[in-house]
């Protein structure tokens, strides 16, 4: 699996892994390394939303682990299942959400999910985003 998705759907991340490249997110050579995520279910949203997908993913954050500063088309939600992560939104103060916290990011806002806490973390993340479009689009 490459760099590329892994990085990008961490925001972002069970059956299936994605590879990085169907995520868009290029990384720097001396990027983090980036979280290993697993797509749980991806679904064309068919109720009151048309138009939209949903992916749920499950995502295992190594120490040190990054998603690199990126956007989604639509909105993300998240809950931390183990540890602790560094969220870092444009505009905000960086946030630590522990185990048991979610945490909600609008569309198109740019944002970093890193683990900086030295021990592994886990997350469960659905992004609700525009049908057609990369889960995650990177930003510089």
Excluded: F
């Excluded at 169907?22 to 990027?31: F, K, M, P, R």
């Excluded at 980036?34 to 997908?53: F, H, I, Q």
């Excluded at 997350?123 to 510089?140: M, N, R, W």
């Amino acid at each position: 699996m490459n760099n590329t998705l892994t990085r990008a759907l961490a925001c972002a991340g069970l059956a299936i892994t994605i590879s990085t490249a169907s995520i868009g997110v290029s990384l720097a050579e001396d990027a983090a390394p980036p979280p290993k995520v697993k797509l749980l279910m991806k679904n064309e949203v068919v109720s009151s939303v048309p138009g939209k997908e949903a992916y749920l993913l499950d995502i295992d954050w190594g120490i040190g682990s990054s998603t690199g500063r990126h956007i989604h088309s639509g909105d993300e939600y998240a809950e931390i299942v183990e540890g602790e992560l560094q969220l870092n939104v444009d505009g905000q103060p960086a946030k630590i959400v522990k185990a048991g916290e979610t945490y909600h990011n609008l569309a198109g806002i740019v944002h970093e999910t890193k683990n900086i806490s030295g021990k592994p973390a886990r997350s469960i993340a659905v992004l609700i985003i525009d049908k057609g479009k990369p889960p995650t689009e990177p930003v510089k």
